[in-house]
């Protein structure tokens, strides 16, 4: 059984940085592509970037492109969330989830087990 857990969220002004991580408990990490979403209050959950199997293809939702970043260790069993550049619009709990395939994907019922998701608060 596969467990995640999300970590390194917090309350935060606009401009400030944040790094979420995402600990891997099972052996496989490897063998999954890393995705993150998040979901705001009174909003659907969405799509906020990923990384590949191989680490060799990252993929980011428009909202967040050129400020977020995604990178994993493979070694620590770890995935990254850096969050540059925050904004009041970035406020959601984050969860990471992984996926048994290639690529990345921005469809939720891609990934097959999920964190419990961390709380990111942005001030204005």
């Known amino acids: 059984q596969v467990q995640l857990v999300e970590s390194g969220g917090g309350l935060v002004q606009a401009g400030d940085s944040l790094r979420l991580s995402c600990a891997h408990s099972?052996?496989?990490?490897?063998?999954?592509?890393v995705g993150w979403f998040r979901q705001a209050p009174g909003k659907k959950r969405e799509f906020v970037g990923g990384i590949s199997r191989t680490g060799g293809y990252t993929y980011y939702a428009d909202s967040v492109k050129g400020r977020f970043t995604v990178s994993r260790d493979d070694v620590k069993k770890m995935g990254y969330l850096q969050m540059n550049t925050l904004k009041p619009e970035d406020t959601a709990v984050y969860y990471c989830a992984v996926a048994s395939d290639w690529g990345v994907s921005e469809m939720e019922y891609e990934y097959e087990y999920w964190g419990q998701g961390t709380q990111v608060t942005v001030s204005s």
């Open positions: 099972g052996r496989t990490f490897s063998r999954y592509a």
